[in-house]
Structures are given as C-alpha cells and as structure tokens.
C-alpha cells in the first residue's frame, strides 16, 4: 500500500475514468479479527478485474505456516488468488528505462531471487504491459481497462452506481443515500455554517436552501451535517434520505423512491403516479420527522437546460430561468414547505423560483434560506495548511481578506504557490516575487475586479496546451465525463501515415534506369529519412497524448480550474473560470471543440425519444442541438429540434420553460438579415412554436411580438396558408389575455381566409375558433349558425367542440350530462390533457352550483392533478377552495386561495371566501371579476362570468357598477387586416 504511491494514484484516477470503482486498501478502515492475508484476499474477492502493478520490490511477505506455506509476498497471494477465482487479471511491470530510488529496490537476495520467479511467471502466463513512469501506467491502465469493457454486453444507458444505490433501498432509520456521497477533499472548517444548519433544525421551516456558487462545497458542508449533526438535532428523528440529482434523475424519481423508504416498501410496490406519490410523501413527512437532502438541485431548473449553459454564470440568471424543468416539481416543492416536523434541505446554485414571494424575492412560509460564501479565518488558515502552503498567518489572512475569502480564490491561490518553481508551497516567496504574487495589484480593486484579477492571472500562468484543455471544456455542458473530454485532447497531433521506404514506393519502380536510380537513390532515401523521422515523432507524440492529457487534467485539479467528482467521473468548474475560459478560446478552436463532441454524442446509442419519461433521459439529443447552435448551423438544429426533441418536449414533459430557451437563438437568427435561404423553411413551425411556449409560460407580449413578426413575413411574401396558422396561434394568444373583441374579429377574417384558399380542414379549424367565441361571449344563435352552416356536429372526434357545446347548454340552463361524459371520454381516450383538465375543472363548478361540494372536490383533484402535469396555473385552485369551503374546511381552503393570491383571483375565489365569512374580499374579488368579464361591453362580454359575478354582487348587497360600452364603436382591427382581406377579396374574384 505504501510502494509507489503516485503510480497507484495514477493507476486509481484510469480506473475511476474508465466508469469504474477502484477497490483499493486506502479506501478501508480497520477491521476487528482480520490480518494482512485475509484483509487482502477479500479485496480480490471483490473486485471484477485484478490490476497487478509490479516494480522492483517484491513485497511484504507474511508469515503464515498454514495460509503461506511457501512464502509468498503478499502482491503475488492477491495475484494467485485471483487467478484461482477465475478473475479478469491486467499485469503491468515497469520497464528497464523507469528510473526508481534506491529505497524502491530489493537489495536482499532471496528477494531479488522471488521477484524474478514472479515476473517469469507473469510473461510467461500474461500478456503484459511495460510503463515508463506514473502517467504511462495511468494511460496504460485506463486503455487496458476500456477494451475489457469493449468486450463485454453493453449495459442500459445509466446503468452506474446511482441506480445500483436506488436498488438497495434502506430501512429507516438506517440512512439510503443515493448514492452515497464521497468527499473528494477533506471536509474542512464550515463551523459556522455548520451551527446555522443546527439552528435551522430547532426552527419552524420545513426547508432550507444552501445556495451557492459552483466549487464552494455546498454538497460537502450538507453530507457532513447529515452524517455528524442531523440524528442529535433533530428529535425523534425517523429516516434520511440523501438524493443527488447530479446523477440524472427527475423530482418524480425522488418522490417514488422516497415514498418507498419511508412507508418501508419496496419501490416496485409504489405507483409512478407522481401527483399521487408527492401527496402521500407530504402525508408521510407529516406524520413522523424524517430528513430529505436532495444535493445539486438546480439540475432540475430550467436554467441548467439552456443551450448555452456552459457559458453562463449563476449571478446573470434571469429570475424565470430559476423554475422547475418539469412544471409539477414546482408543486411538490410548495407542498414540502408544509411538510412539518419533518425537515429538507436543498443544496443548490440557485434559488428554486417557486420557493420565493413574487413581491420582494424573499423565500415563502416555510422556507429558510442559507447563502455559502466565503470562508472565516480560521477556516481559511486550516484550508491554506491543508494545502502545505507555509507563511506568515497574518499575510495570508491580509491578503485573503481582499477577495473575500472566497474558497474557490483560495484554491486558485494555492495551486498557483504550489506551482511557483522557485520555492514551491511557499507563500511569503510567492508574494514577494515581483513575477509572480507580486505583481498581484489587489489594492485598487473592488472585491469583484480582485476576483476576476485574481483568475485571469491564474490562467495566464497556464501552458498553451493546458489552457486550450481548459477552454475547449469550458465551451461544452456544464459538466461531462471523461469519455467526452478525451476527444478534445489537443496534445493528439494530426494523423500521419508511415512513410514508404524508397525502394517500395511505386514511383521507384517506375524508374527503369539503373543508372539513374543509382544517382537518385541518395537524394530519396534523405527524404524518406526525413520522413521517418517526423514519423517517429508523430509516434512518439501519439504515445504521448493520453498521459499528457491527463496529467493536465490533473494540473487544472490541483490549481482549482477544474473540479473533478471521483463519483460520478466527471468535471465541472466554476462559472466564473467557465466564462473566462470560454471567452478567451479562439472561435476556430471552438467550433472544432463543439464539432468533436457533437461528433462523439452523435456516435452514441441514440436516446429512446418515444419512452422517455424524464428530461435526462434525451440529454444526448439536447447535447448535440447545443453543439450544433453553438457552431452557428441552426438549420440543422431547428431541423433536429423539429423532427426529434419539440414533440416529447412539448408534450409529454409539458417543459415550455425549456423551448423558449432552446428556439429563442434560432429565432434571433431568423429575424436576422443575414439569414436566409433554407434556414426559412423552418420559420413557420419556429415562430409558431416560440410563440406558443412564450404564451404557456405567461409572456403574452414576447408571444404576441413572435407571431406578428412572422405574420408580417407571410402576409408580405403572400404565403397565406401559413397566415391562418399565425392567426390561429394570435387567437390563443387572444384568448389567454381575455381579448374579446379581437378574438372575436380574428376569427370571423380567419375564417374568411380559409373559405377563400378552400381548404377544407383549414375550414373547420376556424370555424371551431369562431364558434368558441361566440359562445363565450353569449352570442348563442350566431354560434348555432356556424355549428349548422360548416357541420361541426359531425366532428365527433373533437373534444373542443362538444366541451362548448355542453357549455353553451349550461349557461343557458339546458344542461346535458350525456353531452359532458361523451366528451371527457373522447378527451380521455385520445390523451387530450388539455381538454380533460377543462371538462373536470367546470363540472366541478357545476355540481358547486349545484351544492355538491363533496363530489366537486374529487373532480377537481383530478383536474389540479392534470394541471400541474402540464404546468398550467389552473383556475382549478380556486375552484378547489370553494369546494373545500363549502365542506367546511375553510383552513383548509384559505391555503388554497394563498396559492393563487397573486394569479387573478376571479369568480371563484369570491365565492370561496363568502362560504368563509369573509363577505368584504369576497366582494371586491367579485368587483375585479365583473369588471374583467365586462371588457369592452356587449357583445364582447363574457356573458358565464359577468352574470353570476353580478348576480353574487346583488347577493353580498353590493352595487353592479355602470361601466363603459364601446363594443361597437372602438372595436379593434386585426393586425394587417387591410392586407388581408385584400388577398381574400383578390381570391374570390379569381
């Protein structure tokens, strides 16, 4: 254990890059009744392959009669056991040429005499591998290790010690960590933040955020708390549970597997329904304190999906960018804030949007948060002495004090000491030298310059070739393993082919004069052996490339630039060192980089699209449209985007979040004047679908910009098919901004278009938009006349229709039951969620009116299920309080109505608070309803709401205001109208 310990170090680091765990003695503590053979023995029986690396000792030699009777060191015990276990061996013997110190090499005979029996052995019996020096071993080994893996089946995609760890599901109170975290670095000091996570443990919030930058130790300081402090702060404490999302995996997982520990089953016991799951877990917390870490939660933020993540840096993140991936994370985080005695903690790089007030950006009731920043001093002399840095205390603190003590500075410090050459580790040196930390000017510079200042001189002192490793890194995802990195080597030199001896080559043989062969000969065979020798470099250089790869690899560690986590064999760094390294790349090597891995993504197993359930799970497909964006060929990424990722994006992770942020560069593009060609046959589904997710997510006016910047285009050049698609997008977009009187006039010159380009699907599709309007705004009989004239009654596959059908009979008081169950089945059956919400959503309203308050709460249960699966804000949460009021659960309803406090309360919520008590909200929340539902006057009302607001005003003795009526003389026009029916009149004259 302790022979050659930089090549076992080098050999551990190819291990853990090849995917797999290194079973070593220093990652065993001491065992009660065990000694050297057995201890040893057992880590054979252990492992998958036996890696024997051999030098120039042989070896610890125990004495043991009966288990060593021919006294055997024991390195070669471990070899022949394995050999008899029937283990895969790798045999590695330094070479003649490695250089060793005397204290490296047997001196005693018999030694000498078994080490020499061994390797006759080993070359006889093995194929053998011969390294010159720590980091040939390392590439070596790591090779060896990769085509072991070539031979064997391929496992499933993921198949890595995270689900290994989900499979052996723990017992409480026994903690299941998954998987379980390993410190790649000492813990050190964090006393103070330690005492703050004990004093969140006494208080009333369920959750607290540990929010920080990348590399300051978030998941550290959390697994420490969790193993050293958690069981005596937190009293009767029943089961924790350790979750790392930097593993891939979904909110939805969690909740699943969680469940499954808690309530001790087995998670194939547990529904996938995560609506379901995320209730019963709230249950389950609330009933016995337990502790759920999840570690590395911005993995589930839209933020870490952007195509340009790599570059951006976690203090520029727009606040949208701070919600969840998957809409319906955002629910169960809010309802984990109420998951009292229980406790969670989050360790993130950014603060979840859903946990904070929309007004002052302050974390909701419930909720705790706790910034990680720089160290204390004491910490930070105990950081730069775990480092070996030497030097004055006060100095250092002096001089640490003008950036903050910033942990990751620090680092970058200390890996700069630690590669002075004129006195390494020496700090006092370092600092005094006018080349080195004395030309540090930090005097005259804000915390922030000293920063950047600080780093930009750090990768100043950087090799060429180190830095292109790291810069070429920086411009990939925010984190990748080791497979992907090694394709961006830049120390592989340009492939070369051997050169052909003069008398082989072709050309030789042509010359038939002997004589004047004999005269050339000379001159050829100096070119060939020029030749050669650029060939043998060439060669030399390949040999080279992995192990000077990795030791730059290693470099970058060891100065702070890089950060590798052992566990998951991958690298990240720090945003900011990201974005500096990104800026400084030059923009031919970058799109080389981006190039080389989309090249290596490209060659992977493609992603299972049609059965992903979760957004990891079509990471490959996302890596390479970043790539492609990156490199500028948006065509093939609005095709790729189109044709794979849109429709399992859109539809089934419902992540609209995700799609502005991914179409929105492409759209820039397009908008651009230097984009043109085949680039526009794309702009109709990119401007539709931009202005779609903008829409969904709340962003009416981006929406409404998108798709009138691409009906000005169309209706420019004419393409008036693809106007009505504009037009049918704007009506949504009118719809969901209550826009009466536009939807109502859109729909009438839509529908006018169509008849005129006399396709008949276009036909009907307008004529439903029509026919919905009118029956919003109470216009019954013009509805009925678009039902007959363009017979909507035989579109019985259109949940839409027969949903208005059923709503227009309701308001007029003709009500049919049949109507509602034909339709919701017909929802059902074609996986309609949009329309299933909706048909729940208001039969809840009408058994309320109808004074079923038990039975309307079940269906709106299922319809806030649905809605939160898509990620829509519902009306269903008021309507829910309502219910929950009228069964006398009024805590129960105001924690409902404080859901929707700041989303337009309407009708609804008035009626909620009435059945409360509280006649005076109630009254001015139906006041702001009458008045939305007004709009602009008759006919352009919305004839559902604004008659039960006012009959409830009447009800709460409140006066029904006069407001204004301009609904026939201030009607608004449809944007390029005039165009429009210019086009139409032209066709039908035609």
């Given at each position: 254990?302790?022979?050659?310990?930089?090549?076992?170090?080098r050999?551990?680091?190819?291990?853990?890059?090849?995917?797999c765990?290194p079973?070593?003695?220093?990652?065993?503590?001491?065992?009660?009744?065990?000694?050297?053979i057995d201890?040893s023995?057992?880590?054979?029986?252990?492992a998958?392959?036996y890696v024997?690396?051999?030098?120039?000792r042989?070896?610890?030699?125990?004495?043991?009669?009966?288990?060593?009777?021919?006294?055997?060191?024991?390195t070669?015990?471990?070899?022949?056991?394995?050999k008899?276990?029937g283990?895969?061996v790798?045999?590695?013997?330094?070479?003649d040429?490695?250089?060793?110190?005397p204290?490296?090499?047997?001196?005693?005979?018999?030694?000498?005499?078994?080490r020499?029996?061994?390797?006759?052995?080993l070359?006889?019996d093995?194929i053998?591998?011969?390294?010159?020096?720590?980091?040939?071993l390392?590439?070596?080994?790591?090779?060896?290790?990769?085509?072991?893996?070539a031979?064997?089946?391929?496992?499933?995609?993921n198949?890595?010690?995270?689900?290994s760890?989900?499979?052996?599901i723990?017992?409480p109170?026994e903690l299941?960590?998954?998987?379980?975290?390993?410190?790649?670095?000492?813990?050190?000091?964090?006393?103070?933040?330690?005492?703050?996570?004990?004093?969140w443990?006494?208080s009333?919030?369920?959750?607290?955020?540990?929010?920080?930058?990348?590399?300051l130790?978030?998941?550290a300081?959390?697994w420490?708390?969790l193993?050293?402090?958690?069981?005596?702060k937190?009293?009767?404490l029943y089961?924790?549970?350790?979750?790392?999302f930097?593993?891939?995996t979904?909110?939805a997982?969690?909740?699943?597997?969680?469940l499954?520990?808690?309530?001790?089953?087995?998670?194939?016991?547990?529904?996938?329904?995560?609506?379901?799951?995320?209730?019963?877990?709230?249950?389950?917390?609330?009933?016995?304190?337990s502790?759920l870490?999840?570690?590395?939660?911005?993995?589930?933020?839209?933020?870490?999906h952007?195509?340009?993540?790599?570059?951006q840096?976690?203090?520029?993140?727009?606040?949208?960018?701070?919600?969840?991936?998957?809409?319906a994370?955002?629910?169960?985080?809010?309802?984990?804030?109420?998951?009292?005695p229980?406790k969670?903690l989050i360790?993130?790089?950014?603060?979840?949007y859903?946990?904070e007030?929309?007004?002052d950006?302050s974390?909701?009731?419930g909720?705790?948060?706790q910034n990680?920043?720089?160290l204390?001093?004491?910490?930070?002399?105990?950081?730069i002495?775990?480092?070996?840095?030497?030097g004055?205390?006060?100095?250092?603190?002096?001089?640490a004090d003008r950036?903050?003590?910033?942990?990751?500075v620090?680092?970058?410090v200390?890996?700069m000491?630690?590669?002075?050459r004129?006195?390494?580790?020496?700090f006092?040196?370092?600092?005094?030298?006018?080349?080195?930390?004395?030309?540090l000017?930090?005097?005259?510079?804000?915390?922030k310059?000293t920063?950047?200042?600080i780093?930009?001189?750090?990768?100043?002192g950087?090799?060429?070739k180190?830095?292109q490793?790291?810069?070429?890194?920086?411009?990939?995802?925010?984190?990748?393993?080791y497979?992907?990195?090694?394709?961006?080597?830049?120390?592989?030199?340009?492939?070369?082919?051997?050169?052909?001896?003069?008398?082989?080559?072709?050309?030789?043989?042509y010359i038939?004069?002997?004589?004047?062969k004999?005269?050339?000969?000379p001159?050829h065979?100096?070119r060939?052996?020029?030749?050669?020798?650029?060939?043998?470099?060439?060669?030399?250089?390949?040999g080279?490339a992995v192990?000077d790869f990795?030791?730059?690899?290693?470099?970058?560690?060891?100065?702070?630039?890089?950060?590798?986590?052992?566990?998951?064999?991958?690298?990240n760094?720090h945003?900011?060192v990201?974005?500096?390294?990104?800026?400084?790349?030059?923009?031919q090597?970058?799109k080389h980089?981006?190039?080389?891995a989309r090249?290596?993504?490209?060659?992977?197993?493609?992603d299972?699209?049609?059965n992903a359930?979760?957004?990891?799970q079509i990471?490959?497909?996302m890596n390479?449209?970043?790539?492609?964006?990156?490199?500028?060929?948006?065509e093939?990424?609005?095709?790729?985007?189109?044709?794979?990722l849109?429709g399992?994006i859109r539809?089934?992770?419902f992540a609209f979040?995700?799609i502005?942020?991914?179409?929105?560069?492409?759209?820039?593009?397009?908008?651009s004047?230097?984009s043109?060609?085949?680039?526009?046959?794309?702009?109709?589904w990119l401007?539709n679908s931009?202005?779609?997710?903008?829409?969904?997510?709340?962003?009416?006016?981006?929406?409404?910009?998108?798709?009138?910047?691409?009906l000005?285009?169309?209706?420019?050049?004419?393409?008036?098919?693809?106007?009505i698609?504009?037009?049918?997008?704007?009506?949504?977009i009118?719809?969901?901004d209550d826009?009466?009187?536009?939807?109502a006039?859109?729909?009438a010159?839509s529908?006018?278009?169509?008849e005129a380009?006399?396709?008949?699907?276009?036909?009907?599709?307008?004529?439903?938009?029509?026919?919905c309007?009118?029956?919003?705004?109470?216009?019954?009989?013009?509805?009925e006349?678009?039902?007959?004239?363009?017979?909507?009654?035989s579109?019985?596959e259109?949940?839409?229709?027969?949903?208005?059908t059923?709503f227009?009979?309701?308001?007029?008081?003709?009500?049919?039951?049949?109507?509602?169950?034909?339709?919701?089945?017909l929802?059902?059956?074609t996986g309609?969620?949009?329309?299933?919400?909706m048909?729940?959503?208001?039969?809840?309203?009408?058994a309320?009116?109808q004074s079923?308050g038990?039975?309307a709460?079940?269906?709106?249960?299922?319809?806030?299920?649905l809605?939160?699966?898509?990620g829509?804000?519902?009306?269903s949460?008021?309507?829910?309080a309502?219910?929950?009021?009228?069964v006398?659960k009024?805590?129960?309803?105001?924690k409902?109505?404080?859901?929707?406090?700041?989303?337009?309360?309407?009708?609804a919520?008035?009626r909620?608070?009435?059945e409360i008590?509280?006649?005076?909200?109630?009254?001015q929340?139906?006041?702001?309803?009458?008045a939305?539902?007004?709009?602009?006057?008759?006919?352009?009302?919305e004839?559902?709401t604004?008659?039960?607001s006012?009959?409830?005003?009447?009800?709460?003795?409140?006066?029904?205001p006069?407001?204004?009526?301009?609904?026939n003389?201030?009607?608004?026009?449809v944007?390029?109208?005039?165009?429009i029916?210019?086009?139409?009149?032209r066709?039908?004259?035609?």
């Open positions: 254990m302790n022979d050659l310990p930089d090549h076992r170090e050999a551990k680091d190819a291990i853990i890059r090849a995917g765990m079973v070593m003695m220093e990652h065993s503590t001491a065992e009660p009744q065990t000694d050297a201890f023995l057992r880590k054979v029986e252990q998958e392959i024997g690396v051999f030098a120039l042989y070896g610890y030699i125990p004495e043991d009669q009966q288990r060593n009777p021919d006294n055997l060191s024991i070669e015990l471990e070899y022949r056991h394995a008899r276990l283990k895969k790798l045999i590695f013997i330094a070479s040429s490695h250089s060793f110190l204290g490296q090499i047997d001196q005693e005979p018999l030694a000498l005499e078994k020499q029996a061994l390797y006759r052995l070359t006889t093995e053998v591998g011969f390294f010159n020096n720590p980091d040939d390392g590439s070596k080994v790591y090779q060896a290790i990769i085509e072991q893996q031979k064997q089946p391929k496992e499933a995609p198949a890595t010690a995270f689900f760890a989900k499979k052996s723990r017992i109170p299941w960590a998954v998987p379980a975290y390993t410190l790649t670095n000492a813990f050190i000091g964090r006393s103070s933040e330690l005492d703050k996570l004990d004093i443990a006494d009333d919030d369920s959750i607290l955020v540990v929010e920080g930058i990348g590399g130790g978030k998941s300081l959390t420490e708390w193993n050293s402090r958690a069981e005596h937190i009293s009767d089961g924790r549970l350790w979750w790392s930097y593993e891939q979904s909110l997982d969690f909740a699943r597997h969680a499954a520990y808690l309530t001790e089953r087995e998670v194939d016991a547990v529904s996938n329904d995560y609506n379901k799951n995320a209730r019963e877990l709230v249950i389950a917390l609330n009933e016995r304190p502790l870490v999840l570690d590395g939660f911005e993995r589930s933020l839209t933020a870490y952007r195509w340009d993540k790599a570059q840096r976690d203090d520029q993140i727009e606040t949208h960018m701070r919600g969840c991936t998957n809409p994370d955002a629910y169960l985080l809010k309802w984990l804030a109420s998951a009292t229980s969670i360790s993130s790089r950014l603060f979840p859903e946990l007030n929309v007004a950006r974390p909701i009731p909720v705790a948060k990680l920043d720089g204390s001093e004491e910490d930070t002399l105990q950081f002495r775990h480092h070996k840095i030497e004055d205390a006060k100095e250092i603190l002096r001089f950036f903050g003590r910033h942990s990751l620090l680092k970058l200390c890996g000491i630690s590669f002075y004129a006195d390494p580790k020496n006092d040196a370092w600092l005094a030298d006018p080349n080195y930390g004395g030309s000017r930090l005097k005259d510079l804000d915390l310059q920063k950047t200042h780093l930009e001189f750090a990768l100043s950087l090799s060429d180190t830095r490793v790291l810069q070429r890194i920086a411009v990939l995802s925010e984190d990748v393993d497979d992907t990195i090694k394709v961006l080597n830049p120390y592989i030199p340009e492939e070369m082919n051997a050169p052909i001896p003069v008398t082989d080559s072709i050309r030789w043989q038939w004069n002997e004589d004047h004999r005269k050339v000969f001159e065979e100096k060939y052996q020029a030749e050669l020798k650029k060939y043998d470099q060439y060669k030399m250089d390949l080279n192990p990795d030791a730059a690899l290693d470099e970058l560690c060891e100065r702070g630039l890089l950060q590798w986590d052992v566990d998951t064999n991958r690298y760094m945003p900011v990201r974005g500096s390294a990104s800026d400084q790349i030059e923009e090597d970058r980089a981006l190039k080389t090249d290596h993504f490209a060659a992977l197993p493609e299972d699209l049609e359930t979760d957004i990891a990471s490959n497909s390479i449209y970043y790539c492609l964006i990156g490199e500028g060929l948006f093939e990424g609005a095709k790729l985007y189109e044709e794979k849109f399992v539809h089934r992770f979040d995700i502005v942020e991914h179409l929105e560069p492409v759209q820039r593009f397009i908008d004047e230097s043109a060609g085949d680039i526009q046959r794309h702009g109709r401007s931009l202005a779609k997710a903008y829409d969904e997510i709340g962003k009416c006016r981006e929406a409404e910009d998108t798709i009138l910047k691409s000005e285009s169309n209706v420019e050049n004419e393409r008036w098919n693809w106007v698609d504009d037009l049918s997008v704007l009506w949504n009118y719809v969901g826009r009466l009187a536009e939807q006039r859109l729909s010159i529908l006018e278009l169509s380009l006399g396709v008949k699907e276009e036909v009907t599709n307008t004529a439903h938009q029509y026919y309007s009118a029956v919003v705004r109470g216009q019954f009989r013009e509805a006349s678009i039902s007959k004239s363009y017979e909507l009654e579109q019985t259109r949940p839409n229709f027969i949903f208005w059923w227009k009979d309701w308001i007029q008081g003709k009500e049919n039951d049949q109507t509602w169950q034909k339709g919701y089945a929802a059902q059956s309609d969620l949009w329309h299933q919400e048909f729940l959503r208001w039969y809840a309203v009408w309320l009116e079923r038990q039975e709460l079940g269906f709106i249960d299922e319809a806030l299920a809605a939160h699966k898509m829509k804000f519902s009306t949460h008021a309507v829910k309502w219910a929950l009021a009228k006398n009024a805590e129960d309803a105001v409902e109505l404080n859901l929707i406090e700041n989303n337009k309360p309407g009708y919520s008035a909620a608070w009435l008590g509280e006649r005076e909200k109630a009254k929340i139906c006041l702001n309803a009458y939305k539902a007004w709009g602009i006057g008759a006919p352009f009302s004839v559902f604004l008659g039960r006012h009959r409830l005003l009447l009800r709460l003795g409140e006066k029904v006069e407001l204004p009526n301009t609904g003389s201030q009607l608004p026009e944007p390029f109208e005039k165009e029916s210019a086009a139409i009149a066709m039908k004259t035609s």
